[in-house]
């Protein structure tokens, strides 16, 4: 009964994550080192449940995302990196491989554990919030920027 009643502020919240995600993808592109994916244009409505971004340590002084992460929500920005599993270290995936196939080593995939690395992103709720909460986000990125150098 609780999701039915919340269905009726989907398309006035879909409408605006989308509009924030947009916005905050225009305005980080200005900011070295921090890259969002790009919007494939086959995709007609996108849900912005996570919005990911690709972070390069060498932008901010080789600090790692990690280190980048906790920054940023020192500076009151909400960010996540946790829960990304490459697919070649995922335990239902290993588990599958060795009891059907019995592979008990996957290749590595460099750009998977790359990515498992060097790749953040904000939740939904945040692309709920005002144009300043966009700009916030983007100017404790270059804060930070600034301050690692």
Aim: hydrophobic content about 45%; proline content about 5%; charged content about 20%.
């Amino acid at each position: 009964a609780i999701l039915v009643a919340q269905f009726t502020r989907l398309p006035e919240q879909m409408q605006m994550r989308a509009a924030n995600a947009r916005y905050l993808a225009a305005a980080l592109a200005d900011v070295r080192g921090l890259d969002t994916l790009p919007a494939d244009k086959r995709v007609t409505q996108h849900a912005h449940h996570l919005f990911v971004i690709r972070y390069d340590p060498g932008a901010f002084g080789g600090r790692s995302r990690d280190q980048f992460l906790a920054a940023w929500q020192a500076e009151g920005i909400t960010p996540t990196a946790a829960g990304y599993v490459p697919l070649t270290r995922a335990p239902a995936i290993q588990r599958a491989m060795r009891e059907r196939w019995e592979i008990t080593a996957l290749p590595a995939c460099p750009h998977a554990e790359y990515a498992a690395t060097h790749t953040l992103w904000i939740m939904q709720y945040a692309l709920l919030g005002t144009t300043q909460d966009m700009d916030d986000i983007v100017t404790a990125a270059r804060k930070i920027q600034a301050a690692w150098g």
